[in-house]
């Protein structure tokens, strides 16, 4: 029986018992493997998903985007501008949870709701 331990670049040691044979084959499958690049981190969200849109809601605000009062039309068009598309009847439920969750303030201006910091 041969004994082997193999230290790998990344800090992974492994231990191998059993025949020349193996051992050889498990060294020579081991050093063909490429090492795997780090994920990239993001900025900003990527998928669709649960959260998504009060993460781009804070991202406006750290923009200053509701130093002065915005209609929702304004919320969604600059969110296309960044290149997330919703329709207003998802942003308005968004929105208002941003007013409860005390995020923005909510009031109505010329009929139609307005958000501000």
Do not use: C, W
Request: charged share 30%; hydrophobic share 30%.
């Amino acid at each position: 029986m041969a004994n082997a331990r193999i230290n790998l670049p990344d800090g992974v040691s492994v231990e191998v018992d059993g025949t020349p044979d193996e051992v050889a084959a498990v060294l020579e499958k081991l050093q063909s493997k490429k090492p795997r690049k780090p994920a990239p981190e993001m900025a900003a969200p990527q998928g669709k998903g649960r959260g998504e849109i009060p993460t781009l809601i804070e991202l406006l605000k750290t923009e200053e985007f509701f130093k002065t009062p915005r209609g929702l039309s304004d919320v969604r068009d600059k969110l296309a501008e960044i290149g997330h598309h919703y329709p207003l009847t998802t942003l308005s439920g968004a929105m208002q949870s941003q007013t409860k969750s005390r995020n923005l303030r909510r009031f109505k201006q010329g009929g139609k709701y307005v958000y501000v910091q």
